[in-house]
Structures are given as C-alpha cells and as structure tokens.
C-alpha cells in the first residue's frame, strides 16, 4: 500500500513539473498501427508476392529456385539489416556512411521511439525495404545463376550498395542534405535493383539458346497471383513511408493505385494497337512499371500527376523492354531494368516537375511555383539518379567478380541449365503430376 502511495505521489510530482513517462505520453498509437500494417503488406510484397510474380515468369523446370531464391534472400537480408545494415544505413556516421553505433540494434530497447512509432518498428519496417530490393534483382540472371553466388552476392550487395545508397537519401546523407524527392524508394529500392539486375545480365550472361529460343512464362496464373499481391502491397510501401496514419499516406495511396491502374491500361493499349491483342503479361508488367514509377513522388505529386506518371511509365517501360531486348539482346530474363530501373529514373526525375505547386491540376505538394524552383529541383533529381546509378553499377560488378572467384564461377554449366536449376541446386521439382 505505501509502495503504491509512493508511485502516486511521485508521477503527480512528474506531471505538475512538467516531466512525463516518454514512452506513454509520446507514443502515438495510430501511427505505430498503421507502420505495424505497412510493414506486414511490404513483407507481402517479396513472401509471397514477388516469388509468384517471377516464379510464373520462369520455365517450369525453374519454378523451385526463384521461389527459393526470394525466401532465401528474405532470410539473410533481415539477418544481415539486424547485425550491421540499419546501423549503416541509419546510424549517425557521416554524409556516405553510417556508424556501427546501432549494431545488433544496440541500445534500440522497446521503449525508444524514432519520432513517434518505436524505433524497433522503424528498424522493422526498412528492413522489408531491405528485403525486396536484392530479391528483385535475381530477375536479372534467373535460370542460369549457382545459388551459392546468388546468396552470396545477394549479402555483399546489400551491404555494400543497398545500406549505402539508403543512407544518402533516408539517413541524413549528402543526397538528403541536397533535398532530394524519393519518397519511398525510386533511387534507394527501383534505380539500385534495376541498374544491378542489367549489370548482372552482361557479367553473367545469356541464357542458353536466347534470343533465338522461346523462354515463355510457364505458369501466368501464378504471376497474375504474384501481381495482385504486389498491387495491394505496395500501399504499404508508398503509403507507409509517410510514417504516419495521415493525409499524407491516404494521398501516397491514392496516388500509388492511379499510377497502377494507368500504367496497365496504357502497356495493355500499346500492345493492342501493335499486335492486335492484349496479353495478360503486359497488363501486370505495366502494372508493376506504373508501381515503381510512381514510387519515388508517391508523398509529392497529386492525382493528376500521378495519372501522367501511370501513362509515361507504361510507355517508356514498354519501349525500354523492346529496345533491351530486342535491340542489344541483353538477356535481363524478367526485364528488371526496363520496368524497375527505367521506371525508378522516370519517377524520381518527373518527382521533380509534377511535385511544384502551380501546375494547376497536376500540382504537387513540395516546393512553391516558379520555373525555376522547377529547374532547380530536377537538378537535384538528376545528381540523385546519375549518382546512385554510377555507384551502384560499380559496385555490383566488382561484387560479381568477387563472388565469381569465390564460388568458382556464377553460373551452372551447360548441362546443369539444360536440366534446370530445380533439379540442379535442390534435387526437386515445382510439378509432380
């Protein structure tokens, strides 16, 4: 009984000075459940998502290694985020780097907040960033790549490009010091995994028998399932970078579901007036080009922007892909960099126009009008993609050259192709009927 009078006495005496108990009174509920729900539909995104969408793509006799690959890559990116890449990416360190100050989520307990939500969430809800982003690459070498070189670089590269790049733009790096827009990932997540798929395509090379030998999606049901999940998902992912259940994510949202639904129709229109029918795989890959499009000005751009941003994705996307493929003959197996990489540049340089304040409709809500305020931010677009761009294709292919002598080569030998990796690295097969 005096134990609890004493309590009494002394949280009335905190009140009345003017001292509260930090994680209560600061604590906002609704935001920390909304990131709490953010990050289970990002997690969504890759498991499962991600791993149907590419696994439908792939030829049947490879179905098990990309789904493999994706739950493989999801399990040692959160390790490797947990020991060392938050604190890179998000500790203090300096304008290219961060410290080792947050390692193994040191001094980061279940009462420190980073601004109004746990910091443990925070750490949580970047680490899905995390995640994706490495796993979208292995789009750029599926069906050839030894999985040993796949874990292996995929761990490297997370390091070395991913916690790096973030850091510039969302730790307080010299790309955020300039005011650069990427609200939820064009430069950190779309222009990284895109520049590396392309990297790892020319390193590692075609498949066997491209471009003269169809390699047809094996399973579109399964890819049109993995679509739906990386539609809904991605309101957690442009909407959840807001950090907040706020005017902003309702917008980031609707913003998001506009340029979804444009950039389908307008793939799905190209290829009806080029061909005289609309396939299913051009629908969702405008889809996904709509999506990562618009990710970087999801939080700066309304509607009507975001509506231009739909329809330039699935155009430049569409014509990237036949230019990649067709032309050069680079074998980016499920077009990483024409969707992913080429839309994650398109986005954060249109972020830059369609986020000013005197476009009328297609007004924004970043800076004020001006044509040279305008100019002056796509300026600051422009070093944020060339920049991450250089790095991150620098980087890639030292890390690839790495792995290579490490692993004894990156790819299967020819027999191995021919089998399938299913077989091949796991001794199982993705259909037994």
Not at 150 to 167: D, K, M, N, Q, R
């Amino acid at each position: 009984m005096q134990n609890k009078i004493l309590i009494s006495v002394i949280t009335l005496l905190m009140l009345f000075s003017g001292h509260t108990w930090a994680s209560t009174e600061q604590l906002n509920g609704a935001n920390t459940s909304w990131i709490l729900t953010s990050t289970a539909l990002v997690l969504l995104m890759t498991l499962p998502g991600l791993a149907l969408f590419y696994g439908g793509l792939v030829r049947k006799k490879n179905v098990l290694s990309i789904l493999m690959q994706c739950f493989a890559i999801g399990s040692i990116s959160s390790i490797l985020w947990l020991i060392l890449g938050y604190s890179i990416a998000f500790g203090e360190g300096n304008a290219f780097i961060g410290d080792f100050s947050k390692v193994m989520m040191h001094g980061i307990g279940k009462d420190v907040l980073s601004g109004d939500i746990p910091e443990s969430l925070f750490m949580l809800f970047q680490m899905t960033f995390a995640v994706i982003t490495p796993a979208l690459i292995i789009g750029g070498f599926a069906e050839r790549m030894k999985f040993s070189a796949v874990l292996l670089f995929s761990g490297l590269w997370l390091l070395a490009v991913y916690a790096p790049i973030t850091h510039w733009v969302w730790g307080g790096g010299w790309l955020a010091q300039m005011g650069v827009y990427d609200f939820a990932g064009g430069i950190v997540v779309h222009i990284t995994a895109g520049t590396a798929a392309l990297v790892a395509a020319l390193v590692v090379g075609p498949r066997r028998g491209f471009p003269k030998t169809p390699m047809l999606p094996h399973n579109l049901t399964m890819t049109v399932t993995g679509a739906g999940m990386l539609w809904v998902g991605w309101f957690g992912f442009n909407g959840g970078s807001a950090l907040a259940a706020s005017g902003d994510a309702s917008m980031a949202m609707l913003v998001t579901h506009i340029s979804a639904a444009a950039g389908t129709l307008t793939w799905a229109a190209i290829e009806w007036k080029k061909f005289g029918k609309a396939s299913v795989l051009g629908a969702v890959t405008g889809m996904v080009a709509g999506l990562g499009t618009i990710t970087p000005a999801s939080g700066f751009v309304g509607p009507g922007g975001a509506l231009i941003i739909g329809v330039s994705a699935g155009v430049v996307c569409f014509y990237a892909t036949v230019y990649i493929k067709q032309k050069l003959r680079i074998d980016d197996s499920l077009d990483v960099f024409p969707v992913h990489g080429v839309g994650g540049i398109l986005g954060t340089f249109l972020a830059g126009i369609f986020s000013a304040t005197s476009l009328g409709v297609f007004s924004g809500f970043g800076f004020a009008d001006g044509i040279s305020t305008i100019m002056g931010q796509v300026s600051v677009q422009l070093i944020g993609i060339v920049s991450s761009l250089i790095y991150t294709a620098i980087v890639t292919y030292i890390l690839l050259k790495l792995v290579g002598l490490m692993t004894n080569g990156l790819r299967v030998d020819e027999e191995q192709e021919v089998n399938g990796l299913d077989q091949v690295e796991h001794e199982e097969s993705g259909y037994n009927l």
